[in-house]
């Protein structure tokens, strides 16, 4: 339904609204694209920010979507310009997607500021592309709108489901051991991922698919919709139209991105057994409205329960997800609970409150009800101490119960490189009772913090028939992955936090019910070993865009942003120098 009311002065008539030199040479290099007089005539132009790229293979069909949203622009009276950012692909990009996530919000804000644009569309889907548009575009505080890719359909291999990541190991061991041919492995890759769309389990770029239609960034149903249904197509189609509504209707990103919209995505997040990743983006989205989000308000999700039984933590898909009733239906049942901040504005105008109200649950086995979780405490566990003074994170869901409160011998690797080297010694003095500990793999340590935190356990160990350990690092892991696993140790071990002081054979108490990450070695002997790493610092010789990075990128807790990025500097632009 097309507002009534209407914006009188656009901001893209800044540009095109004027008769005279200026606006002639706005107007006239646009017309080279075929664009008629009367769209410059007080009609809203609307960016269409495209994470497209055919080397991020989860976004590669958005030309497609991006069509769709333009239809529905047109339809609501706006004009549609598509235009390209960084697309940071989590598959490709060496040596981690995260490492450009700031690059490419400086490019998406830039991109929005500079151009004449009224409100845009983002396009995203791979993990670092939601928060990364978000970030940039919550600097400028336009209307905005978020348009999910879409995940995958289920990958489907020798008669089942499969889901993203989940047969690569499985596929790989197999093969080395000659059970399978070359043939077989190389058609298990198909069968994995067999349609257009992002990873298909509740990873990070389904969590962060999640947190934006929970944070009110994205019409209902965003997040779960697969890529290749055609109501995705249709919801790309209603967001142009709404996007031109919000224009009029002055709906700019913080009014939707409150305090209380965030505490609504961490909720929803252990709701969902959602990736840790999202406590680092949603403290670098919340910086760039100007939000205070503190590692502490992640307390508010703590006791909330998981009800979506989707891989890692659970079984089923994101396809089985939208069918029964998609993020809606979980928020309903949040709000039965009153869990959720119902009276948070979203972005079709209404409430989120008003958004999910009766939302149906097709299937109680997929989206739990309240009174039968997949977890109990659900939400992510925030963690602090003598060996983690600025926080921590555990994922309870993936955790093992028994190794919640666990004591043990650390068992140090100094880096990644040495824990690849060092783990697989048959000679290495390492048991299941030992907590395994992994440093410099930070934001500074291991440039883009890297998601290794879920190392993978000591053959010996494994042989056992061991499961799980207690891992700690300054990592991050990725969303589909699992275990009793310590991860954004802050400050990081490059930074010369207590981390970096550990050594074989301390003792570490993990008390993950209350909270608690203890090195059982005296302040002085930590500040002692500390001092002595300083002396022997060598700083790493750096150039280009890595050289920035190190230097201002901001630790874990403070959402690894960098320092000089944080906050909302608004849309407005000095004038073109023609
Ligand atoms: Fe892109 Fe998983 S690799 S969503």
Not at 152 to 167: A, C, E, I
Not at 224 to 253: F, K, N, Q
Not at 327 to 346: F, I
Not at 550 to 575: I, K, T, W, Y
Request: with cysteine.
């Amino acid at each position: 339904m097309a507002s009534d009311k209407k914006k009188t002065v656009l901001r893209s008539a800044n540009w095109f609204g004027t008769r005279d030199k200026n606006g002639f040479m706005y107007r006239s290099w646009m017309k080279n694209q075929g664009i008629p007089e009367h769209h410059f005539e007080g009609k809203p132009v609307i960016g269409i920010c495209n994470t497209w790229s055919e080397l991020t293979p989860c976004n590669a069909h958005f030309r497609k979507i991006a069509e769709h949203v333009k239809k529905g622009v047109i339809e609501a009276g706006g004009v549609p310009v598509e235009f390209p950012v960084f697309s940071n692909g989590e598959s490709n990009l060496r040596p981690t997607a995260m490492f450009t996530r700031n690059l490419a919000a400086m490019d998406t804000e830039e991109a929005i500021r500079g151009n004449p644009l009224d409100a845009v569309v983002l396009l995203v889907g791979c993990d670092k592309t939601t928060p990364a548009l978000l970030m940039g575009a919550a600097s400028c505080n336009l209307p905005t709108i978020v348009v999910t890719g879409g995940p995958m359909l289920n990958g489907k291999h020798k008669g089942k489901d499969v889901g993203s990541g989940t047969l690569v190991w499985q596929a790989h061991e197999e093969y080395k051991a000659g059970n399978i041919s070359l043939h077989e492995f190389l058609s298990a890759e198909a069968s994995m991922s067999r349609s257009a769309g992002t990873c298909n389990t509740m990873g990070t770029a389904s969590t962060m698919a999640c947190m934006a239609e929970s944070l009110g960034t994205s019409l209902p149903h965003n997040a779960a919709i697969p890529a290749v249904d055609s109501r995705r197509y249709v919801l790309a189609h209603l967001s142009g139209m709404r996007i031109v509504d919000m224009v009029h209707e002055d709906l700019t990103l913080s009014k939707v991105l409150t305090k209380e919209a965030f505490i609504n995505a961490i909720r929803t997040n252990a709701a969902i057994g959602g990736s840790t990743n999202a406590v680092i983006h949603l403290k670098a989205i919340a910086g760039r409205i100007g939000v205070d989000l503190d590692l502490d308000d992640w307390k508010e999700g703590r006791e909330v329960p998981t009800l979506v039984n989707l891989q890692p933590s659970g079984k089923y898909l994101m396809e089985e997800f939208y069918y029964a009733g998609g993020l809606p239906a979980v928020l309903c049942r949040l709000g039965e609970s009153g869990a959720l901040n119902k009276d948070c504005l979203t972005v079709n105008g209404k409430t989120i409150g008003e958004n999910v109200e009766d939302a149906p649950c097709y299937d109680d086995d997929v989206i739990r009800p309240l009174d039968n979780p997949l977890v109990e405490n659900g939400g992510i566990c925030i963690l602090r101490g003598n060996l983690a003074p600025r926080g921590a994170v555990l994922k309870p869901s993936a955790a093992s119960p028994e190794l919640m409160n666990h004591r043990g011998r650390a068992v140090v690797f100094e880096n990644f490189e040495h824990y690849k080297s060092r783990v697989v010694d048959p000679d290495l003095d390492i048991d299941e009772t030992c907590v395994m500990v992994l440093k410099n793999c930070g934001p500074k340590g291991y440039p883009g913090m890297a998601e290794v935190g879920n190392m993978g356990l000591p053959p010996k160990v494994l042989k056992k028939g061991v499961k799980d350990m207690v891992r700690i690092s300054d990592a991050r892991m990725s969303g589909t992955a699992f275990g009793t696993v310590v991860l954004h140790t802050a400050p990081e071990a490059m930074e010369f936090g207590p981390l970096a002081a550990v050594q074989d054979g301390d003792m570490i108490h993990l008390d993950a019910h209350n909270g608690v990450l203890h090195l059982e070695v005296s302040d002085e002997e930590i500040a002692a070993r500390l001092e002595n790493l300083k002396s022997n610092q060598i700083i790493a010789n750096t150039s280009g865009y890595e050289a920035m990075y190190r230097n201002h990128v901001m630790q874990a807790d403070e959402g690894c942003d960098f320092d000089f990025l944080v906050g909302c500097r608004g849309s407005e632009v000095p004038p073109h120098s023609h």
